[in-house]
């Protein structure tokens, strides 16, 4: 994905769900989602252990499917073994889903494939909070 491609990708996104969200700051997926929050997107934390609690002016779900819709790109932290299922649930259950990024480390070429044959975008290994900057934005 070139320069452009992430930065209109960014440009054009509005709502992220934050798949591996954690409540204490000093994990990169709080820094990242409180980032993207600051930078006016909006950020739907997901993690089965923090369910129903509030973080960043929204319900923290267990699951995509408990969004439901309205998201357009999925941020995901968690292992590239586990990166797979967590794109195939967003394919599932998040119609009109423009895009899937995978956080630095994680990289699931065949998942990947699966969600661009839908039409969906993949950004992998690398991060929304270190790209924006890096693009001026």
């Known amino acids: 994905m070139t320069d452009e491609d992430i930065r209109r990708l960014?440009?054009?996104?509005?709502?992220?769900?934050?798949?591996?969200?954690?409540?204490?700051?000093?994990?990169?997926?709080?820094?990242?989602?409180?980032?993207?929050?600051?930078?006016?997107?909006?950020?739907?934390?997901?993690n089965p252990g923090q369910a129903g609690e509030v973080a960043l002016g929204e319900v923290v779900r267990a699951s995509l499917a408990e969004i439901g819709g309205g998201v357009d790109m999925v941020d995901i932290f968690r292992r590239s073994e586990e990166a797979g299922?967590?794109?195939?649930?967003?394919?599932?259950?998040?119609?009109?889903?423009?895009?899937?990024?995978?956080?630095?480390?994680?990289?699931?070429?065949?998942?990947?494939e699966r969600a661009e044959a839908r039409g969906v975008a993949v950004v992998m290994d690398r991060c929304p909070a270190i790209e924006m900057p890096r693009l001026g934005m």
């Not at 591996?20 to 993207?36: D, I």
């Not at 997107?41 to 997901?46: E, G, K, Q, Y």
């Open 85 to 112: 299922a967590v794109v195939d649930e967003a394919l599932a259950v998040l119609p009109g889903l423009k895009a899937v990024w995978m956080q630095l480390g994680v990289v699931d070429e065949a998942a990947a």
């Open 10 to 46: 960014l440009t054009e996104t509005r709502t992220i769900a934050v798949v591996g969200w954690s409540p204490k700051p000093e994990r990169p997926s709080h820094r990242v989602a409180a980032f993207l929050k600051a930078k006016g997107f909006r950020v739907i934390p997901v």
